[in-house]
Every structure is written in C-alpha cells, then in structure tokens.
C-alpha cells in the first residue's frame, strides 16, 4: 500500500507559469513533510519543508500549501523556469529523531522555453 | 567540495556475488541512512544509524548488513547478490534532531548480472 502518492506522474509547463505538483497520505501520523528536488544521475536534494502545524509554507518561488484535515498537500512552483526540470519528490515522516522517510513516486517536471 | 561521498559511483557485479557499498559524511552529523530507489519502486527507506547504532531496520532481508566503523561512515554489505538488487543505493545523513533534514549523497548504482 503506497503510503504517500503523488499526482501527476508527469508535468510540463511553460517557461514563467506556475506548476502545481501533488501529494496525499495516508498515515495520520506524519507530521513533517520535505519536498525533494532530483536531477537525473544527483541524489534528492532538499527543497521546501513543512510541519503538520502549519497550513502555509513559502520560500521565494515554491509554496507548500497543506490541508491536515483531507491529507494532501501540494507544490506551486511560480514563475517556472527551464531549470527547475527535474523529478520532484514529496515525503512524509511521523516525528521522533531520525525517523524514516517516506517518499512518494515522484512527479517529472517539465520547463518548456 | 562533496559533503557525502559514496564509492563507488558505478558497481556491476555477477549474481551471487558480495559487494560492499562505502559511504562518509563531512556534514558532522550524529544520524546516517540508507535508502534504494529502483524503477519499480519509490525512494525506499533501508536503514537508519544514529551514533553508530542501528535505530531502524526496513530491509526484511539479512543479506543487506550495514557496517559503521567510524561515526561519519556507514558502508552497506550486499551478500548473495540478486538481479532483483539492481538499483541505486543512496546514503543520507542528518543532525540527528527531530525532523532534521536528511541530506543525500549522489548514489551508488547497482547492476546484478
């Protein structure tokens, strides 16, 4: 059973629009959520993070908007550039030090110029 | 300069054979993991260390046995080697906190024959 699932498998979108990538789960204890940014052949790197108490989450160009109540929430990247093409990956923990992460299958995106 | 190294980048090996995985961190940090990402599955949690012990252990087959012989090392020893193991092998760490982020390293790929 996939714990966290992400829609779509893939995006493309054009140079200065905004793209919205998407994540639900299942598991009501997550309580932190990272999105990951991989590029191919590079391991994930980091790239916005939110807790569970939180329904907002900015940070220049990407957003995180939660919803506890439905479990999902979502990543708006503004203003899209060629370079943030990559496969995005959403990921959920349940607290605790050290605790496990579990990722989604990931979305591809696509920065069309 | 590289924060996570992991050697080798690329590994080939027969079916049935060992192989050891290396992995180090110059991050200072308390926490290491392993993770598999394959085209089958997502980003799969295998291990978690936290001051060279085990803390958590996903991997249901012994034939994955993580070894730390240093604080910042934690090598991964693949025993019995399956074509099913073919896939790229990344080692993270963090500070070791609550919800710390977990950086990665660039992966080993992994090709049973």
């Known amino acids: 059973q996939q714990q966290v699932r992400q829609s779509p498998q893939s995006l493309t979108v054009w140079e200065g629009e905004t793209a919205i990538l998407n994540c639900s789960y299942e598991?009501?204890?997550?309580?932190?959520f990272p999105w990951y940014q991989q590029f191919p052949g590079e391991g994930p790197a980091l790239l916005i993070s939110?807790?569970?108490?939180?329904d907002k989450k900015e940070d220049g160009r990407f957003t995180i908007f939660f919803n506890k109540r439905e479990k999902k929430l979502s990543l708006h990247i503004a203003d899209s550039q060629p370079g943030d093409s990559a496969t995005y990956f959403c990921?959920?923990?349940?607290?605790?030090?050290?605790?496990?992460?579990?990722f989604g299958k990931g979305t591809k995106l696509s920065v069309k110029s | 300069d590289p924060k996570i190294i992991q050697k080798p980048k690329y590994l080939v090996a027969v079916t049935g054979s060992e192989k050891i995985l290396i992995c180090e961190q110059y991050?200072?940090?308390?926490?290491m993991y392993w993770y598999r990402q394959s085209a089958k599955k997502p980003l799969e949690f295998m291990f978690s260390?936290?001051?060279?012990?085990?803390?958590d252990n996903q991997t249901a087959s012994s034939r994955f046995q993580p070894q730390s012989s240093k604080k910042n090392h934690l090598d991964l020893q693949i025993t019995a080697l399956k074509p099913d193991d073919s896939a790229t092998y990344f080692c993270?760490?963090?500070?070791?906190?609550?919800?710390?982020?977990?950086?990665f390293g660039p992966g080993t790929r992994l090709l049973v024959l």
């Open positions: 939110i807790l569970s108490v939180s």
């Open positions: 991050l200072g940090h308390n926490a």
């Open positions: 598991n009501s204890a997550f309580d932190y």
């Open positions: 993270a760490s963090s500070a070791g906190g609550n919800q710390d982020t977990q950086y």
């Open positions: 260390y936290s001051y060279q012990k085990l803390m």
């Open positions: 990921a959920a923990s349940a607290g605790g030090s050290n605790a496990k992460l579990t």
